[in-house]
């Protein structure tokens, strides 16, 4: 099955900086890459995707970029607010001809003032 | 608010017992995951239904079942329940089988005790 790696755990900026979060997958047949937010005892909020048919996706201050040859996708986010604080997954199909996602283990981004 | 029903919000019972978690879909989609997020664990997918039937199946254990019905409404059975069965029980929805768009609904926080 899939495997889905996450770094960093925790990331703290000062406002207005950017933020850059990475993942790596396994499975070469993954072509379709989501990222979600959550806030604390929320639900996930899906805040971009990317499919495998595109190297970068932008939507207004995020971005994800995915580069399948080495197998790894980011998220950046510029002009960080505080609003963006929340933690951050990363997720790829887990395969076998359906869709359940695997997720990474997650980033805690926090936004200082 | 992703159109992502999911019932009860919160549910507290004993070791032993069984529990029953109810999801509507968002009108249209024919897909509904189970997830299961704890603090050692992460977010796991646990099962997927399309259109009423089992398609793919994640880290469930066999005293965790479920199924859809013909209205698309899930419902998540947990039973002999054990206190590391603690955690927040989501059920996601997409219009179709792959790689489409997951809307998470709000979770069950499931104690127990």
């Known amino acids: 099955g899939e495997n889905v790696e996450q770094h960093p755990s925790t990331l703290s900026v000062q406002e207005g900086d950017s933020a850059v979060i990475k993942c790596t997958y396994s499975?070469?047949?993954?072509?379709?890459f989501p990222w979600y937010k959550q806030e604390l005892g929320k639900r996930p909020q899906l805040i971009i995707d990317?499919?495998?048919?595109?190297g970068e996706k932008k939507d207004q201050r995020i971005a994800v970029t995915l580069n399948k040859t080495a197998k790894h996708f980011s998220l950046h986010i510029t002009e960080t607010q505080p609003e963006d604080s929340a933690v951050y997954f990363c997720?790829?199909?887990?395969?076998?001809?359906?869709?359940?996602?695997?997720f990474g283990k997650g980033t805690h981004l926090i936004i200082q003032p | 608010d992703s159109g992502v029903t999911q019932t009860p919000k919160h549910l507290i019972t004993a070791t032993g017992q069984r529990v029953t978690l109810r999801c509507s879909p968002r009108?249209?989609?024919?897909?509904v995951y189970w997830y299961q997020q704890s603090l050692d664990q992460g977010l796991q997918f646990l099962i997927q239904?399309?259109?009423?039937?089992?398609?793919a199946k994640g880290n469930i254990l066999e005293r965790f079942s479920a199924q859809q019905f013909p209205d698309l409404h899930s419902e998540l059975n947990l039973s002999s329940l054990e206190l590391g069965d603690s955690a927040l029980y989501f059920c996601?929805?997409?219009?179709?089988?792959?790689?489409?768009?997951?809307?998470f609904g709000p979770g069950t926080r499931l104690t127990v005790l």
């Open positions: 996601a929805s997409s219009v179709g089988l792959i790689q489409d768009t997951q809307y």
């Open positions: 499975d070469s047949a993954s072509n379709y």
């Open positions: 990317i499919r495998s048919n595109v």
């Open positions: 997720a790829a199909p887990s395969g076998g001809g359906a869709d359940g996602l695997t």
């Open positions: 009108s249209g989609d024919l897909s």
């Open positions: 239904y399309y259109n009423g039937e089992e398609r």
